[in-house]
């Protein structure tokens, strides 16, 4: 028996799991030990038919967390259809890894992965061997040949593979495992991770595997590292209950690339969820508990460290819409100079972004402390089925998209309803792409207040209408440089336009004058009741500081509440009544009517500062009414300096055009009456 040579290097990644190191890399959830059958991994992302993001941190011998990192690796079963261009077959996969590898850790890229030595081979990076994980004992191991106990390996020999009628290695996405010790044996068996129509009566599956594992020959050999050999839960696990078939999970079932990167904060469609004013509950709420439990672990942890003014303005603020506006921006510049700066055959996903944010600061809002990562190997990706564009011009085409997802994507709209309003305003191919883009009339999709998750309760000033515009044709323009193939321009247009938009957008935020929002009526307030937060907060700070300043009021009136400030009303007409005593309040705030026989010079109203300095003073002008012969009497009220030490009132015009521009004042007095108050009370009183 001659062994078949290894085609396929790897190397192992036990070193760094097991033992007693000072360190290792911890894969698992404590939570999902025992004999649940849970995958006990943490999985970020599920969703790419061809990778798969996961969760780790590298512990101490104590259990103390020293670095949580992402781990970004290939999937055992490409999900990928059956009219999908790309991968048509195994080498293509293994080439698009051998671009990612060198290129991110060579540092050409920004999100640069963790180096793990034992790596380097004579052809570049080593993929790592099959690994298997024990949920009893906390332990990894390769799988072994249930014959010789030798590793299984892959399979990349074509003419092997046609002996046992399967599917090549080279043309097609299968893989096989199986040991090249044992390959010429009749009883030798290669195994799939799961079989489906195509397979041949002697292919085994995973479950087939682990059902192998009781095999005596799987334990001869010690190099895969096979805890099952002398273990005491052996009967349990291989016995009548088959309790492995729980307890033994495949971390991979063939050979893997493996990328490692620093931890990020969040995803970026939680991300920019949030910042466009979805509540966490909201964000969380989009999100499957158990495909996406690291991502809602994610959210929870960044939900505990977030302080509460995450903006710098709040939704009470119309200048929120700029500063959001701001915040989308710098997040596309920066992924899509990305896109600009990969090889033409390659495309970026919004799925493959993730957002790092430091740790709570209280010198800046925590959204505006962000950087973006792309973890992913960067591969080509189908385009949207409108937007048929030449296979080099397929960065930008993606790059656009991205684009007015980022802007307009909300709680009302998908991404899908915005790429289809853009079919219509891409026009003819013939046209220019630096023709200038007429939205539609009314169309909704376009609007500004879409870049709010909640577009209906806002409207956004015409003043600022001309940015939004702006940015809209930066994003149009890449969409028609793709469709015509002139990346060159469309690139060196998006370098010059975004950063010359970013700064105006700065600048109109900080010079603005703050205007009250123009909420649409009837609508629903700013998501996680900001606006009330940030109303109490002012009135809150107000209080504090009239508390501060001003001086202890004196003792109150006998039989009067402590705190009252009225508004009295002094006609007029006569009042009989005795108001002594209620004119030396500190507390008194006020009112003098002048009618406009008053204005007329019949009555000089009081000066500022003739009176107490402590009583606030309302001046009210009422319109000419019909009053009694005798009404001109003096306006009573706080006794004024001698006539010569003030200047007389301007003689005002009595006609009756400017009597017509006086708006009538409705005053209505106290609700109920005071103990100090001798005089006659007003009917809202009474």
Known sequence: MSPVPDLYETTSLLPYLNGDACVRLCLTDPAASGDGGRFPFFILDDSDPVTRLLAGRFVTGGGGVLKRVFLLMGRDRYLLPASSPWPVSNPDMDAAWSKALPCRESGRDDTAPLSLAGRAGPDGFLPFSPLFYCTKRDLFFHPPCPLCGSPLRLCVDDHLLAGRFLQPYSSTTYRYLYCGQCADREDAAFYIYERDHSSPPALRDCRDLVRSFSSPGATVSRETMFPCGECPERRVCFGAEFAADGRIVPFSFYPFHLLVFDAFTLHSREFLSLISGASFDETGGRLHPLRDRARLDCLKVFRGDTPSAALLFPFTDSRCWLEILYLKLSFLEDLLLRAARVPSDMSLS?????????????????????????????????????????????????????????????????????????????????????????????????????????????????????????????????????????????????????????????????????????????????????????????????????????????????????????????????????????????????????????????????????????????????????????????????????????????????????????????????????????????????
């Open 350 to 686: 919004l799925d493959a972004v993730w957002v790092k944010i430091p740790e709570r600061s209280d010198r800046l809002p925590c959204w505006w402390n962000f950087s973006i990562g792309v973890v992913d190997i960067i591969r080509p990706r189908p385009a949207f089925s409108s937007f048929a564009v030449q296979t080099s011009a397929a960065p930008l085409l993606h790059a656009g998209l991205i684009f007015f997802s980022v802007l307009l994507a909300n709680g009302r709209q998908d991404a899908a309803e915005v790429f289809r309003a853009l079919e219509g305003g891409m026009g003819g191919e013939g046209e220019s792409a630096g023709r200038s883009w007429e939205l539609p009339d009314g169309d909704s999709v376009f609007a500004p207040e879409n870049i709010f998750r909640d577009p209906g309760s806002f409207r956004i000033p015409a003043s600022w209408h001309s940015l939004w515009r702006r940015a809209l044709l930066i994003g149009f323009q890449l969409l028609r440089s793709s469709r015509d193939g002139d990346c060159g321009r469309g690139w060196e247009a998006f370098r010059e336009d975004m950063p010359a938009l970013r700064s105006d957008v700065r600048r109109a935020l900080f010079a603005q004058v703050p205007e009250a929002p123009e909420e649409a009526a009837g609508k629903a307030s700013p998501p996680d009741g900001q606006w009330v937060h940030d109303l109490l907060m002012r009135i809150a700070g107000r209080w504090r500081d009239e508390q501060n300043a001003a001086p202890p009021p004196p003792p109150p009136e006998s039989g009067a509440p402590d705190g009252i400030m009225e508004t009295v009303i002094l006609s007029g007409s006569r009042e009989d009544g005795d108001f002594s005593g209620f004119m030396d309040t500190d507390e008194f705030m006020e009112t003098i009517i002048l009618s406009p026989r008053d204005r007329a010079g019949n009555t000089a109203p009081p000066l500022p500062g003739e009176c107490d300095e402590a009583v606030p003073e309302t001046l009210i002008i009422q319109t000419d009414r019909p009053e009694p012969a005798n009404n001109g009497r003096e306006v009573a009220g706080p006794p004024t300096e001698p006539p010569g030490q003030a200047e007389p009132p301007e003689p005002l015009d009595t006609h009756s055009g400017e009597e017509d521009d006086l708006a009538e004042t409705v005053i209505l007095a106290p609700r109920g009456s005071d103990p100090r108050m001798k005089g006659r009370r007003g009917k809202n009183g009474a």
